[in-house]
């Protein structure tokens, strides 16, 4: 394994991997399916044939810049795991800023919550939710069935399936009834920028989830008017933002009669808008 496990290294180095040998051990063990320990108690153990197929079509895939969650199928999220596949759009730390935000808002944590998470993706804005908020029940709604598949199979794997829902749904436009916290991570990257970003995300992350039109900003109008009509008196919404986008969607949803917050990711972006319906 130790001779795999070099020329891997090597090979993800010269693709431009930042961190080419602690990703090569995740992609052996993805392949040989060994604890961490193992592969290195026995590092000179050698691979049996179909491991080291499957190890260097993994490589092979890694050095083109697929994403490594996409090839070990798992991504960590709120201290959870995830199932992420292509065609769902793998969690990022910073948009855990969303569920901190909304766990700090909620006054009750044992109270019966109804949670709405729109474009729900792996689900995993609702299911920490739920992780953390006993006695509440959430729908996820998004446009991908591949995702919400994804997010069902999250749901059973987290021990969650009974109070997470899913739907198929253009934001909350079929919806009906009133949810005291609403959670989007929605898609905020202009048309134009989506070449420019790493490679992993403009060729192997689904478009669908990144692309928010010409100034990013589209999303937000489409699913303002399910906010206002689906968020109960003493609501609260948490939508993930990109950056520089703070101005003009403040002013946004504060002409929609919105008072609005905002906290920012570890990095000290604005990240998080946290909307209130004003009062009267």
Do not use: K
């Amino acid at each position: 394994m130790a001779a795999a496990l070099c020329a891997a290294t090597r090979r993800l180095r010269a693709a431009g991997i930042d961190e080419p040998r602690a990703e090569a051990r995740l992609l052996l063990r993805a392949a040989t399916g060994l604890a961490p320990e193992t592969l290195v108690v026995e590092r000179e153990r050698r691979l049996d044939p179909a491991a080291r197929a499957r190890f260097e079509a993994l490589v092979a895939r890694r050095a083109a810049r697929e994403p490594m969650a996409y090839l070990s199928g798992e991504r960590e999220f709120w201290s959870l795991p995830f199932h992420v596949a292509p065609g769902v759009l793998v969690p990022r730390p910073e948009t855990e800023t969303l569920v901190e935000a909304a766990l700090e808002l909620v006054q009750d944590r044992e109270a019966r919550l109804r949670i709405l998470d729109l474009g729900t993706g792996s689900g995993c804005l609702l299911l920490a939710l739920l992780h953390d908020l006993p006695n509440a029940r959430g729908l996820g709604v998004d446009r991908s069935e591949r995702a919400l598949a994804i997010a069902a199979e999250n749901a059973r794997r987290l021990g969650l399936a009974r109070r997470a829902f899913f739907v198929a749904g253009d934001w909350g436009r079929a919806l009906s009834g009133s949810f005291e916290l609403v959670v989007a991570n929605p898609p905020y990257v202009a048309s134009d920028e989506l070449a420019g970003l790493a490679p992993e995300v403009a060729h192997y992350e689904p478009r669908l989830a990144l692309d928010g039109g010409p100034d990013g900003l589209s999303a937000y109008r489409a699913l303002l008017p399910d906010l206002v009509r689906l968020l109960a008196p003493g609501g609260v919404a948490c939508l993930e933002i990109g950056r520089g986008q703070e101005p003009a969607l403040r002013a946004l949803f504060e002409a929609a009669g919105f008072a609005v917050a905002t906290r920012p990711d570890l990095a000290g972006i604005p990240r998080c808008l946290v909307l209130r319906p004003a009062p009267p």
